[in-house]
C-alpha cells in the first residue's frame, strides 16, 4: 500500500511537470492590449500627435525585431531604419518562446517613453505573472532576450535627438505679422513642437524631402487666392450650422477630431477633455484590420510596425512643414477679417496651419496599410466609439484617408490648400517607405 501511494504521488509531480513544460501561448490579441494600454497612457499623459507618433514606433520595432529574428517570413529592420543595427541575434535552440520575448520588448520600450511607468508595469506584471505561472523556465529564457533587444532599440532611440529638443528655445510669436500664426483660444497655448523637423527621420532622406508646394501668399484682398479660400471655411461651418444635426459633414469633423489639446472652460475653471490623437486613431485602424483579417502575431506586429513608422515619418515631414511657412489659422484671419465671434466647429490645435497634419499622417498611414492588407479593404470603423461617436464604415484605408483630411476643413481648422497638398505630401512619404523597406524576404531579390 505504502509503495502504491508513493508512485501515485510521483505520478502527479510528473503530470503537473509535463503541464508546466507547455510553450506559453501569446495571442495577437495580447499584442493589441499592449498597444491599446499604450494609447490609454497617451491619452492620460497628454502627448502631442508627434510625440505620440515617436512612442508608438520604437516599442513596434522592438517587438518586430524580436519576431524576425530566424523567420522565413520577415526581415530585420538593421540597416533599413537608419543607425539601426547590432540587435542581439537569437540562438534557433535557446528555447525562447519568440512571441513572449516580443511582447517583453515592446512593454520595456513604452515604459521608457511615457510619464506613467507605472501604468505599464501593472499590465507588465499581469502578464509576467500569468506566463511565469504556465512555465517559468520558457518565460525567464524569453524575458531575458526580450530585454535584451529593448536596451539596444532605447540606446539606438536615444540618439534621434529628441532629447536635445527639449532644450530648445521656445517658438517666436511675431504679433506685428499677421501673416505668422497666432496663439488660439480658448487656452492661446505656445506653439507644439517647433523643432520636431528637427528629429532624426527613420526612412526618408531628410525631414524636407517631400517638401511640398509653398502655401499661398497671404492676402486680406477679397479676390486673393489666400482669402478666398479662408472665404470658404468661413462658409462650410455657415452652411453646417443650417444643416445642424443633419450635416454630415459636421459628423465627419466630429469623428476624425483626434486633438489631445481640447480644454473648456467653466467659470473660472479650465480642464482638458482628453482624445486620442491621429496616431492613435490610425493604430485602433490597424487593430481593426489584424482582427478582422485574422493576422497571426506576426503579421500583427509587422502591421503596426510598418504603421507606426510611416507615422513617425509623416509627422516629422509635416511638422518640417509647418514651421518653415508658419501660416496663420482661419480662426485669427476670421476674426480679424470677417466675423469677430466666428468659432471653427474643432477646437483649433496650437500650431501652424500649412500642411494639414491629419492628411500627410492619414493619407501615408493608408498607403502603409493598403500594402499590408491590400486594396479596397472594406472595414467597420469603430475606434472613436469610447467618445459617444457612432462607428463609419470605409471601401478602403485610402478612402478613410481623404475622409479624414476633408475633416479638418470642415471643422473649421484648414484650408483646403493644406489639405490638398497635405495628402500629395503623404502620399509620396506613404509610397517611399513602402517601396524602400523590405518587410517581407519575398521583397528581396
Known amino acids: 500500500m505504502k509503495f502504491k501511494i508513493v508512485t501515485l504521488a510521483a505520478l502527479c509531480m510528473l503530470v503537473v511537470s509535463c503541464k508546466k513544460e507547455k510553450p506559453i501561448v501569446v495571442t495577437p490579441s495580447d499584442y ?57 541575434r537569437l540562438d534557433a535552440k535557446s528555447g525562447v518562446n519568440k512571441n513572449v520575448a516580443a511582447l517583453v520588448a515592446h512593454m520595456e520600450v513604452s515604459k521608457a ?7 505599464v508595469e501593472k499590465f507588465r506584471d499581469s502578464l509576467y505573472k500569468k506566463w511565469s505561472d504556465e512555465n517559468p523556465k520558457e518565460f525567464e529564457v524569453s524575458k531575458e532576450y526580450g530585454l535584451k533587444v529593448a536596451e539596444r532599440i532605447k540606446k539606438w532611440m536615444g540618439k534621434d535627438n529628441y532629447k536635445q529638443t527639449r532644450t530648445y528655445p521656445k517658438f517666436s510669436v511675431f504679433a506685428n505679422d499677421k501673416s505668422r500664426w497666432q496663439p488660439t483660444p480658448p487656452s492661446y497655448m505656445d506653439a507644439v513642437e517647433p523643432h520636431w523637423g528637427e528629429i532624426r527621420t527613420l526612412v526618408l532622406d531628410s525631414s524636407s524631402q517631400f517638401k511640398p508646394a509653398p502655401a499661398l501668399k497671404y492676402s486680406t484682398d477679397k479676390n486673393s487666392p489666400f482669402f478666398k479660400q479662408v472665404q470658404e471655411v468661413y462658409d462650410i461651418s455657415q452652411m453646417m450650422i443650417k444643416k445642424g ?39 485602433g485602424i490597424t487593430k481593426i484590420a489584424c482582427n478582422s483579417s485574422k493576422a497571426d502575431f506576426d503579421k500583427t506586429v509587422y502591421a503596426y510596425t510598418a504603421t507606426s513608422i510611416g507615422l513617425f515619418d509623416a509627422f516629422i515631414s509635416c511638422w518640417d512643414e509647418k514651421y518653415r511657412s508658419n501660416v496663420v489659422r482661419p480662426e485669427t484671419i476670421i476674426n480679424q477679417n470677417i466675423d469677430e ?70 471643422g473649421g481648422i484648414h484650408y483646403k490648400a493644406a489639405i490638398e497638398n497635405g495628402i500629395i505630401q503623404g502620399r509620396n512619404v506613404g509610397e517611399f517607405i513602402v517601396k524602400k523597406l523590405k518587410f517581407l524576404k519575398k521583397d528581396v531579390k
Open 32 to 88: 493589441e492590449a499592449s498597444i491599446d494600454n499604450v494609447t490609454q497612457i497617451l491619452i492620460h499623459d497628454i502627448f502631442s500627435p508627434p510625440v505620440a507618433s515617436r512612442i508608438y514606433t520604437y516599442p513596434n520595432i522592438a517587438a518586430y525585431e524580436v519576431i524576425s529574428q530566424n523567420s522565413t517570413t520577415y526581415n530585420s529592420l538593421q540597416g533599413q531604419l537608419k543607425g539601426l543595427d547590432s540587435i542581439p
Open 113 to 119: 517613453l511615457v510619464f506613467s511607468e507605472d501604468l
Open 245 to 283: 444635426d443633419k450635416s454630415e459633414e459636421m459628423k465627419i469633423a466630429q469623428f476624425w477630431d483626434c486633438n489631445p489639446y481640447v480644454t473648456v472652460n467653466q467659470g473660472h475653471m479650465m480642464f482638458a477633455k482628453k482624445k486620442i490623437t491621429p496616431g492613435g486613431h490610425w493604430m
Open 341 to 410: 465671434n466666428w468659432r471653427p466647429l474643432l477646437q483649433t490645435p496650437p500650431f501652424p496651419e500649412y500642411t494639414s497634419g491629419h492628411s500627410v499622417a492619414s493619407t501615408c498611414s493608408s498607403i502603409v496599410l493598403t500594402s499590408v492588407f491590400g486594396e479596397n479593404f472594406v472595414y467597420l470603423d469603430d475606434t472613436e466609439l469610447p467618445y459617444n461617436l457612432p462607428s463609419r464604415k470605409f471601401k478602403s484605408f485610402k478612402d478613410a484617408a481623404k475622409e479624414a483630411s476633408m475633416s479638418r476643413f470642415y
